[in-house]
């Protein structure tokens, strides 16, 4: 009976020895190491890139075969991917963002082999571009004028909208907006014109263009304003613009990207 008990113990004692030798978090154990590298850190919706994973091990060489995951923690954004150790103890798992976001966000990798995970990698994942360009401040000078409403002919507001990847997006509806006009009295307007002999009225109008194969448009404005009612005198308002361009994304979303502007006039007399 005393034997039977001694052997039991041992065979306890030699069991826990065993688990806490196996797994176990972090990038390496007694069990071999696991590193993950991506050859890119910054990847835009429908781009590809990789995640190399190496296994070593000092207790096995069968390296061959063996599964490997590579795990995200935003899955909706970027899958975790699969693949097999090569007879180096090697593999190359491909990766791909598949939604479109409005702002950058990061995601951290982790690549798993026999339980044994290797520190975290983080990837950002880039967003598509809207960008203003408005006219420059000016000083348009109505000499011996009061109390009359002048037309400035303002340089095109230029728009330009990019993909994820920065490359440029061709026939992309943008429109474009007057939030507000500061300092605005009555006569004080954006005209837009979206076609010859048609004239908009902004506020409270908008216009809406198209990009060309470089990813621009260009939109012709002019600002009426009304010169001052003394002379010498000057009047002075800020135009406050305002670009949307939505597109569609992850199940059919519309996702919306801004852009603003704003363009100082002051008219003298």
């Known amino acids: 009976m005393r034997i039977f008990r001694c052997v039991k113990t041992l065979l306890v004692v030699f069991s826990i020895a065993m688990l806490s030798s196996c797994g176990g978090g972090g990038g390496d154990n007694t069990n071999g190491s696991v590193t993950l590298v991506v050859n890119k850190t910054s990847v835009g919706t429908g781009s590809t890139f990789s995640g190399t994973v190496t296994f070593t091990s000092p207790v096995s ?3 061959n075969g063996k599964s490997v995951s590579i795990l995200s923690d935003n899955t909706s954004l970027i ?3 699969s693949g097999y ?3 180096n103890g090697v593999a190359n798992i491909p990766l791909q963002p598949l939604s479109v976001i409005t702002t950058p966000k990061t995601v951290n990798l982790v690549a798993v082999v026999d339980g044994i995970r290797s520190t975290s990698v983080q990837v950002t994942v880039t967003t598509p571009t809207l960008t203003l360009a408005p006219p420059a401040d000016s000083t348009y000078a109505a000499t011996g004028s009061t109390n009359q409403i002048v037309r400035c002919v303002a340089e095109n507001l230029a728009l330009t909208f990019k993909d994820s990847l920065g490359n440029p997006v061709q026939n992309q509806n943008i429109t474009l ?3 507000t006009i500061n300092n605005q009295r009555v006569g004080d307007q954006v005209v837009f014109f979206p076609n010859a002999g048609t004239e908009i009225i902004a506020p409270p109008g908008t216009i809406t263009v198209v990009t060309d ?3 621009v448009a260009n ?3 002019s600002i009426d304003i ?3 009612s003394i002379a010498p005198s000057q009047h002075v308002i800020t135009v406050l613009w305002e670009a949307e361009a939505d597109i569609i994304g992850h ?3 519309v996702l919306p990207f801004m852009a603003s502007g704003s363009t100082q006039l002051t008219v003298t007399n």
């Open 226 to 228: 009304l010169t001052p």
């Open 177 to 179: 907006s007057v939030k």
């Open 61 to 63: 060489t069968a390296y």
């Open 85 to 87: 150790l090569n007879n």
């Open 219 to 221: 939109v012709p404005v």
């Open 251 to 253: 199940n059919n979303t």
């Open 213 to 215: 194969s470089r990813g």
């Open 79 to 81: 899958p975790s991917g």
